[in-house]
């Protein structure tokens, strides 16, 4: 499915309120001044409280097994607005599909 591209700078918000970041392991294609996301690259999640029977299980990651399809950089897919995502704990348990509420608007693929 069509959907704009991630950014470094992109909003992603885990299902439990932390804040996502990419760290992108590229710089050479950018889109509205910042580095693509990709689905190789890293995404750390802060503030998560997830809680399970008193035991802290916050989200500290996020894995993108849903890229585009149809667009990569340097090999790896990027990583759509649309496209499906999970977060996982410390013990990668899944723990729910992240969102993304604010991406540059310019840049669509597939």
């Known amino acids: 499915m069509p959907g704009t591209i991630l950014h470094v700078g992109a909003t992603i918000v ?3 309120g932390g804040l996502a970041t990419v760290q992108a392991a590229q710089t050479r294609v ?4 910042s580095a693509v996301a990709r689905a190789a ?3 750390p999640v802060t503030g998560c409280p997830l809680n399970i029977n008193g035991k802290p299980q ?3 990651t996020i894995q993108w097994p849903g890229p585009a399809t149809r667009v ?3 090999g790896n897919p990027v990583v759509l607005a649309t496209s499906t995502g999970l977060c996982r704990s410390a013990e990668q348990a899944p723990q ?3 969102t993304v509420p604010a ?5 669509v693929a597939q």
């Open 72 to 74: 990569t950089v340097n």
């Open 96 to 98: 729910g599909p992240p």
């Open 103 to 107: 991406v540059q608007p310019r840049v």
């Open 41 to 43: 690259d890293t995404y």
């Open 14 to 16: 885990c299902p439990h």
């Open 58 to 60: 916050p989200c500290v």
């Open 30 to 33: 950018t889109v509205s001044g």
